[in-house]
């Protein structure tokens, strides 16, 4: 898990081009959203991206996936769930 | 001063010229198809195509030199703008073009790209030629044997929209006596990949302001008025009688919760002619069916008519959204729908989103219309309204 | 046409530093922008700063661009390519819009008036100029932000390369904004008194005849960088050394000899 968390942090870094952060900068309990990063709705489409090149996960329905985009953690964990399957 | 539309030019997934548009909006037709046909795509969508290729285009309209479709199909709305106008009075060096586009010859270099990336020194030339806004505008004022002023709005999907307010202030200056304003986009694999990219895409026919909607169909047109000062002119459509353009400054993509850039445009488009909310008795909304965009809109249609809503439809069904050229045809449609006293009825609605509670006009209806108003937004918060008016 | 449209101030990319933070602060919208959106963005707040102490409202945004957001185009292009049309990142889709530039200068400033972007080549920027000189003539516009943007790209430079543009010009790049006023703020304020579209390129003679002016600047000179838009940065250099004696100016553009424009400014 804490790879993943490690590895999703960088990825973000990269595909958001999140000049200046540094993957330890990144709570990983944080809001992505709103106030913590301060993501908005065209960084989740690159965060759908990475979930799909990355790790293969396919978003079929993304209001049902809305609380699994909440934290690194809470996506760190969804990607962990869906490996499993 | 009162400015008059004296002529329209349209071609879009509806037909090919204002008698087969008519034809298809008051019979209630789509003029989508499953997927599209005039270039290779893996992605099977439904959009609003001009039917003939670009070999037909161009064979109907006399051209045998590379020309971009954006270019095609401006060429065959403007000079049936021109011609509909009927001879002009004045001559061509006092006539302006103003012209918009959001890919311009983009159909052409797409096509150019996959060699060029190769090897830089292969991919014809003269299909890059054609790749800025400007060369569609330069075609059509060449076609058309527009001498006067010439030049090209790129405000993405309210640019057409824009061209037209620009027309209406030439005029008003006296920079030119006719103006021939609106705006074209051919569909290509860029837009259509880059909608794709935004998740915006609707596999099934949009269903603007329904419960159910979940995106848009693209389209493909162009539309063009002859707009010039109404004193000099004899038996116009109608009048132009405001016009504005705002900005929601709310986010490059999203359009605002409240509606402000939706609200301020149609407002002002009102003040500008002098008009109240009451006065309006139709609308030819922006309604792409995305989620985010009917909602703003919605609130902004509540924001200015509180429960007076006038009668509403949004013609994307119909056509599919056309980009830049949107706001031309959507004008063009808004013109004819005044002069003719009729109200083309918005396709695919069958449940009111709860949250706005607002029905379009779902069957064709006959009714005199006093003033209309034309709705179109586009990314970059750029928000448009047209107003068009019987009377003065 | 005939304008009074007093230049209050001017910014050219030139004058940028090479931190731009503090004239974009929203990191948001910052990271998503290429070279040439900052470039364009940043310019266009460094003209806007220098004028915030006024506290005054800008009624309108005019931007031009001949080529628009080349960067995100192709790289978008590219993707649509090599990625056989999936998996595309949406980003450089979105800020491949042409009126990038200004909404984003709309966006930092919650600027909700007019905003429109022309895009016609070698006369984008004039059009923006003639469309502020009218608002600002019919008084529905005191204040007006007017400004151009291009970029040099190597995709760009290379086709045009064989199109055989560089044989006489010199590839170039740049932004530059103006704040433009009904009514001058000082005495005495550079004026553009005239934007005309001759139908051809006229010599010098007859530019002093027809324009009574006593200088010309003109863009297609070996040495002057060749862009659709560098009749922008070229008029503020034209604005730049009004020292003491007033004198017209006459700034001429006609780029890649096919579009003459002639802009008449006192200064």
């Known amino acids: 898990m804490e790879q993943i968390i490690q590895q999703l942090k960088e990825q973000l870094i990269e595909a958001l081009n999140l000049e200046e952060i540094k993957p330890e900068d990144i709570d990983p309990d944080a809001p992505l959203f709103g106030d913590g990063l301060g993501l908005d709705s065209i960084d989740a489409l690159e965060i759908i991206l990475i979930l799909e090149k990355n790790y293969g996960i396919r978003l079929e329905n993304t209001a049902e996936a809305k609380p699994h985009f909440y934290s690194v953690r809470t996506l760190a964990q969804y990607i962990v769930s869906q490996q499993d399957k | ?392 | 046409m005939k304008t009074h449209c007093y230049i209050e101030r001017y910014a050219t990319s030139d004058m940028l530093p090479t931190d731009i933070k503090a004239l974009i602060p929203d990191a948001t919208l910052r990271r998503r922008m290429s070279r040439f959106v900052r470039t364009g963005v940043a310019t266009a707040m460094c003209c806007l700063d220098a004028d915030s102490e006024s506290g005054e409202a800008i009624d309108a945004i005019i931007t031009a661009t001949g080529f628009g957001c080349l960067t995100d185009s192709e790289k978008f292009l590219r993707n649509v390519i090599e990625q056989h049309e999936e998996l595309l990142n949406p980003t450089p889709f979105i800020q491949s819009t042409f009126n990038t530039i200004g909404a984003q200068i709309a966006l930092l400033r919650g600027y909700d008036c007019y905003n429109v972007t022309y895009a016609h080549r070698g006369l984008s920027f004039e059009s923006a100029l003639l469309d502020a000189a009218m608002q600002l003539d019919e008084g529905t516009a005191r204040r007006i932000l007017v400004g151009a943007a291009d970029e040099q790209t190597p995709s760009q430079h290379r086709i045009m390369e064989r199109m055989g543009c560089w044989r006489k010009h010199r590839d170039g790049e740049g932004a530059a904004f103006l704040l433009l006023q009904a009514t001058p703020t000082r005495e005495p304020s550079p004026c553009i008194e005239e934007i005309d579209f001759p139908e051809t390129r006229l010599d010098d003679d007859t530019i002093r005849r027809r324009y009574a002016v006593e200088q010309i600047l003109r863009c297609d000179t070996p040495q002057s960088e060749c862009y659709p838009t560098a009749v922008a940065r070229i008029l503020t250099q034209a604005v730049a050394p009004a020292a003491g004696k007033q004198i017209r100016i006459a700034v001429c553009n006609n780029y890649m000899e096919a579009q003459p424009s002639v802009i008449v400014v006192s200064c």
């Open chain 2, 1 to 392: 001063m009162r400015i008059a539309v004296t002529g329209i030019g349209i071609v879009s997934a509806a037909g090919i010229g204002k008698e087969q548009t008519l034809a298809t909006l008051r019979a209630s037709r789509s003029g989508l198809v499953a997927a599209p046909s005039h270039f290779r795509t893996r992605h099977a969508l439904p959009v609003g195509e001009v039917a003939p290729n670009n070999e037909e285009l161009a064979r109907r309209l006399g051209i045998r030199h590379c020309t971009s479709r954006t270019a095609l199909l401006g060429i065959v709305a403007a000079s049936e703008a021109l011609a509909d106008a009927g001879a002009a009075t004045t001559d061509n060096r006092r006539t302006a073009l103003v012209s918009a586009t959001s890919v311009g010859g983009m159909d052409l270099t797409e096509n150019f790209f996959p060699d060029f990336i190769r090897d830089d020194r292969s991919g014809r030339l003269r299909m890059a030629a054609h790749h800025d806004c400007a060369d569609s505008t330069i075609a059509i004022a060449r076609y058309c044997g527009i001498d006067g002023f010439t030049t090209t709005l790129s405000t993405a999907c309210s640019s057409a929209a824009n061209a037209i307010l620009v027309a209406s202030r030439l005029l008003r200056h006296g920079v030119v006596d006719r103006v021939v304003a609106g705006g074209t986009d051919a569909l290509c694999r860029f837009t259509l990949n880059g909608f794709k990219s935004l998740q915006i895409l609707d596999p099934a026919p949009c269903r603007p302001f329904d419960a159910s909607r979940c995106g848009l169909n693209l389209g493909e047109g162009a539309a063009y008025l002859v707009l010039e000062r109404a004193d000099e002119t004899r038996n116009p459509y109608c009048l132009l009688t405001g016009a504005a353009n705002t900005n929601d400054a709310f986010h490059q993509t999203a359009s605002s919760a409240d509606g402000q850039g939706d609200y301020l445009a149609m407002r002002k488009a009102l003040e500008t002619a002098g008009l109240s909310p009451l006065d309006v008795d139709c609308i030819n909304v922006h309604g792409t069916g995305t989620p985010n965009n009917d909602r703003s809109e919605g609130v902004a249609l509540r924001r200015l008519f509180g429960n007076e809503v006038p009668p509403f439809a949004s013609t994307k069904p119909v056509t599919g959204h056309t980009l830049a050229a949107a706001g031309g045809i959507e004008a063009a449609l808004a013109v004819l729908s005044l002069h003719h006293g009729e109200i083309y009825p918005q396709l695919n609605f069958t449940t009111p989103d709860p949250e706005l509670n607002l029905v379009p006009v779902t069957r064709y209806i006959r009714r005199p219309i006093r003033n209309i108003l034309s709705n179109s937004f586009g990314f970059g918060g750029n928000c448009t309204a047209l107003l068009f008016s019987n009377r003065p």
